[in-house]
């Protein structure tokens, strides 16, 4: 079987629980006797580890093979996710979900460091678009089968169906995603921050990073705020909100069909400028007076243009440093990570002060204005 296509699958795997949780804290809190923001720090309980072990599992991999390091985390992870169906208590809910975040902290950044590994790079941009859409719709298939779930059957149900998935994929992996290619080293601190150090040095690396920080804050960071923003075109809110980022999501999806079309003709910078200016234009146009289905459509497009504009960073990245390509991409992981947690903070802050629609006028021109700069600096290739 393709490895891509074994990648893709331990993606959609992680994917599938990122969003699962928050459709049925409520029925959690309820099974277990705890309020329910007791529930809902179970969706911290993973995402935690989740972003602690990104840094250490990509220097991790590039030390002792990441196909290797794969097969242990989407085994951990499902093992995981079984422990959760029989868990008694909350707190051993809460501890299988530590372990789940923790191994799913490598699958994805170790998948993109394997397909950097395994795919041209004349090929790779397309792979990983691949790869993109499998994870998009694996956090949509997560949050629906929660929903759909949760009520009739229980919260238990739903990590059955986590469990499954995961045991498929892992399946998958050991099968199919050989090992022999994998090249390996003794693991030390020290040899860890050589790694990160190998990474540092080339001069593209803080351009990178930044901007995938600047992606995670501007764009992804300002998701808590759309409720008010439809609110204020004439929506009840939670439905509608959930309907507009529901279309950034399949916004992204349709990049992914046409990224092979659209990446042999334009070049890597190209598709930087072109994707900021789309997602930053159309988060500024959505403040402005319309009806909130305008609001969704404007989100669809700067799902089109986030993921363009994502696509081609993560390419990007797989070449910082080929040879610690596992903690470049951590690293990459880790800096977008950062943005989401900073941007709800950040936007909280402003949106008091300035409004809420000219919070999404800002970081709109803001992504629209970097992405430009960015596309001046990087590599060509």
Not at 20 to 37: C, E, K, N, T
Not at 173 to 202: C, H, M, P, Q, W
Not at 315 to 333: K, N, V, W
Request: net charge positive; charged share 10%.
């Amino acid at each position: 079987m393709n490895s891509v296509v074994v990648l893709c699958m331990a993606g959609f795997a992680s994917a599938v629980a990122l969003r699962a949780m928050d459709p049925m804290l409520g029925v959690i809190a309820h099974d277990l006797g705890v309020s329910f923001s007791d529930a809902a720090a179970l969706v911290s309980a993973y995402s935690v580890p989740y972003a602690a072990m990104l840094l250490v599992l990509g220097p991790v991999g590039d030390a002792v093979g990441k196909a290797r390091l794969l097969r242990v985390c989407i085994g951990g992870f499902t093992v995981a996710m079984a422990l959760s169906i029989i868990a008694p208590s909350y707190g051993w809910l809460f501890a299988a979900r530590a372990v789940a975040g923790a191994c799913g902290g490598g699958l994805i950044p170790v998948a993109l460091a394997l397909i950097g590994d395994r795919v041209p790079f004349a090929d790779r941009q397309v792979a990983i678009s691949r790869f993109l859409i499998v994870t998009i719709m694996g956090q949509m298939a997560g949050a629906f089968a929660s929903g759909v779930l949760s009520e009739p059957l229980g919260w238990r149900a739903v990590f059955a169906v986590l469990a499954s998935v995961g045991a498929g994929a892992t399946v998958l992996v050991v099968l199919n995603l050989e090992t022999a290619g994998d090249s390996r080293k003794r693991l030390t601190v020290s040899g860890i921050a050589a790694d990160y150090r190998t990474v540092f040095s080339n001069p593209v690396t803080p351009v990178v990073l930044g901007m995938g920080a600047a992606e995670g804050a501007l764009i992804l960071g300002l998701f808590p705020f759309v409720t008010l923003l439809v609110s204020a075109h004439g929506a009840s809110g939670v439905l509608e909100a959930g309907i507009a980022i529901a279309g950034f999501a399949l916004g992204g999806i349709a990049y992914g069909t046409i990224a092979r079309f659209l990446i042999g003709r334009f070049r890597q910078r190209q598709l930087i400028r072109a994707g900021g200016l789309i997602a930053g234009g159309l988060y500024a146009l959505s403040a402005m007076p319309m009806a909130w289905t305008g609001v969704a459509l404007c989100f669809f497009g700067a799902g089109f243009g986030y993921f363009m504009l994502h696509n081609t960073l993560q390419t990007q990245a797989t070449e910082l440093a080929p040879g610690a390509r596992g903690s470049a991409m951590a690293l990459f992981a880790a800096a977008l990570f950062l943005g989401q947690g900073i941007g709800p903070i950040a936007g909280g802050a402003l949106s008091p002060a300035i409004g809420n629609n000219a919070l999404f006028v800002a970081s709109g021109l803001l992504i629209a204005g970097l992405s430009l700069a960015v596309a001046g600096l990087v590599k060509e290739r």
